[in-house]
């Protein structure tokens, strides 16, 4: 393998800048990565070759005229099915959407192509990103480049097995209750899912409204913050989004300092349910942390305890009525009832949402019409939004005491594929440390802390910080990193066993 | 049920109390849709005017419209509500097709204005209208039904579907039952849409085009008997989109339903369908059946919190109340009070009042509105306001009349021109030679020949039977094309006969 | 635990328009019962003086300007469509209107 791909996207920024290497290079170098492995990881489910070099050749171009380019100019980019890209196939992992050329692009697309960055395809997600695995892709499941048999988490497991797996440096992921930050734990990768509302939620194929935010999926705390940068800030087509400068994420990734820094562990965020060696590895890095001069108390966040109830009914209701739109009126999938001659418009989309949705998807719409129905709305909807209140409150009892808080990402590190396929609740426990953020719109980073002695995987902890203080977690994510990284004697994907080419 | 087997409406009323509850939706005249930039001009080719947010495409978000939420706080304080400090847009979740994204972003426990009244005149009599509600909502595609009975749902092969009107601004009006109208009801509510159609056109938030759906009417009608406290069950006659409508709908429906109830049978609460051309409602959905809309909190859109500065800024701007204009008007106009009606009647006000603006008499301006220019709307199945003469055309046709250059047959002439499009008023009359001939030569010669031509005309005049002269006028008109001044020519016949 | 039954499961398909196989009717009500009742424990702490929050980020007030912007083209907006006729969406009958 070329080691180009091995490169960070720091790094490959500065050699593109020197003019030692051009992005045609760096990008047919992850074009022929992703041909020689992507076989057996299957981390795409479009590769845009012609797209990416065409942006890679302008790039170099302009380079060359002496033109100013953005930080990451040249540096290939891989970006969630979830993602409406004009031109390219957008699927959301769905059949239903088999084959939709969407007319336009999402905001964040726009500004990846603003600042240069080619687009090397469209990665693998659980249909509708709903799911912590990726096998309920409609396209078959992606497979962690740690262990091949295990899963790469979910839903955005393309993007975290892409970076992963050296296919594409940088990736764009987008988390609901933790679709960034599970993925980037179980493949020992860095996912950061910004403030709600801090990068546009335009042109992302909705999932849950309140809740659903696109951020960075890297292998350095660094390239983390250098594409925050590049997607984050306010759209006025999104109404939802933060008219406010973006949080100085490079400069506290690049100033990394532990001093005087209180940093909160969540009493409800670890102990029963959580593995073993997720603990310890977890317990490591809190001595770590301490060691370079940051306080840490234990902090209780009653609420917590409720954050996975209340998402699994905000999430399904939003995304009851988000879905609707798939009735194979206007685009995508559209089946004929067998057995009906001449069937109605009602019939159709009724036939069609039958074929096009998968089991989880279907679960969770029906799951979301019932609390939205008349007669539960209280007792579910309702009651969830209030609770929803509670967990707000929480954190912002905490952030009164503490700069940050921290849990590890996720109770397990990577299961193995099929082992929760068809039991919706394990499948949903990935998501109890993410999800509390999420409601609360606050901002979630997740960073390897190490392989887990049982089985050899990577771990991750998981850092919050308030509402648009993004920046802090790249402060405490950045120190934590060089530490970890000093220890291991390397990034933690070192460890990763080679794949080996099948092309 | 035919109408032939209903009971007269004398009789429906002479059991019945009807109560009324409508629903008026009135799009607004902004320049771009409620929550995306597309245009809303109304007739544009199909599916020209849509963007990823009102195709419903994949990822697209809304954004509101201010221009949409002021005309919604305006039209909330002209109806004399209380404007929300706060409230939602909300989510009515149901499929159908012309809804591209399968929920309507509307309001639904948080209108934007609430708990107002209003008050309109049915033959001299005043009547008060308790209005519950205006909210904010979006309008929905328009599909073309093909291949079964044309136009008709039912039996139609399939649908062809325009998004050029999903997502334009909609303001839903609802009133609280209106009850006591008795035999006036179907007048009262014709009244009432009247009376909103005036008073949008004076906020200037809407087109009020009922032919173009931009005013449409839901009507609600139940009935109890005489004394009875508890209301009857309801209908509500959807798609009756013209004020004769409004009044001819509720009629047949308090007939319908009071055929069942003397019958017997029970009214069932459904939603129906006017049809203008047979003058019946048949039945649509059955409210047993309706769907269960899981209104919830649009996600997508943020709360509505007008400040009171804004909405005493915007109370600031509200035009004089109708009833208090038709009052100023009739007065300064010197109307008679059938009049003046007529002229509200042809939603001709504002263009009278335009005309005299620049120039004519009020009860020529009046005559011109309601007279002429109505009838040759009336051909034209256009209203008055689309005819192709602007008031001051008018004014200037009564200008050249009044200074004895036009005669009425000539005026009407000349506004064939000015429909025709050749010009102003003065530049038709030129271009056409339209101008009375009242120069005594030109004249005389004319009434020589007309005395010489018909003698025994002439010697009844000479005989004193001045009346006949009316039969000599006629002839010098057709020779000089009607184009003579009439009164000129009588005199010069009588001066040479007598 | 929460009381969903088969027919509960067919109804709310109905209300979202997907056409459950029997089996899948069989295998997702129970499936939704065990779901419904690890979630039903929001109630216990959602006390009436709670407020509700809708938006994880509390804005309010954003428009904008009534303005025209260029939208898609008829052949972008129709490229996507299963069926188009007279440069309109093709679609199957409608049964009925709606309010
Ligand atoms: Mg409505
Ligand atoms: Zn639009």
Redesign the pocket.
Known sequence: MSDLVKRSAAELADLLAAGDVSSVEVTQAHLDRIGAVDDAVHAFLQVDAEGALRTAADVDARRAKGESLAALAGVPIAVKDVVVTKGIVTTCGSKILEGWVPPYDATIVKRLKAAGLPILGKTNMDEFAMGSSTEHSAYGPTRNPWSLDCIPGGSGGGSSASVAAYEAPLAIGTDTGGSIRQPSAVTGTIGVKPTYGGASRYGLIALASSLDQAGPVTRSILDAALLHEVIAGHDPRDSTSIDAPVPPVVDAARNADLRGVRIGVVTELRGEGYQAGVEARFDDALKLLTSAGAEIVEVSCPHFVYGLATYYLILPAEASSNLAKFDAMRYGLRILPDGADAPSAEQVMAATREAGFGAEVKRRIILGTYALSSGYWDAYYGSAQKVRTLIRQDFDAAFERVDVLVSPTTPTTAFKLGAKVDDPLAMYLNDVATTPASLAGMPGLSLPSGLADEDGLPAGIQILAPAMADDRMYRVGAALESLLVDQWGGPLLDQAPELEATR | MTTATLVSYDDAIAQFDPVLGLEVHVELNTAS?MF???STEFGAPPNSQ??P??LGLPGALPVANERAIESAIRIGLALNCSIAEWCRFARKNYFYPDMPKNFQTSQYDEPIAYDGWTEVEVDGETYRIDIERAHMEEDTGKSLHVGGATGRIHGAVGSLLDYNRA?VPLIEIVTKPIEGTGAKAPEVARAYVTHLRELMAALGVSDVRMEQGSLRCDANVSLRPHGRQEYGLRTETKNVNSLRSVERALRHEICRQATLLGGGDRVTQETRHWHEDTDVTTPGRSKEQAEDYRYFPEPDLVPVAPSREWVEELRATLPEPPAQRRARLQEVWGFSDLEMRDAVGAGALPLIEATVGAGAAPQTARKWWLGELARRAKTEEIALEELAITPAQVAEVQALVDAGRLNDKLARDVIDGVFAGEGSPEEVAKARGLEVVSDDAALGAAVDQAIADNPDVADKIRAGKTAAAGALIGVVMKQLRGQADAARVRELILERLS | MPEISRDDVAHLAKLARIDLTEAELDHLAPQLAVILESVAKVSEVADADVPPTSHAVPLSNVYRADEVRP?LTPEEALAGAPEVDQQRFAVPRILDEEA
Do not use: D
């Open positions: 849709k995306c930039g597309c849509v963007c947010v009102c997502g | 939208g």
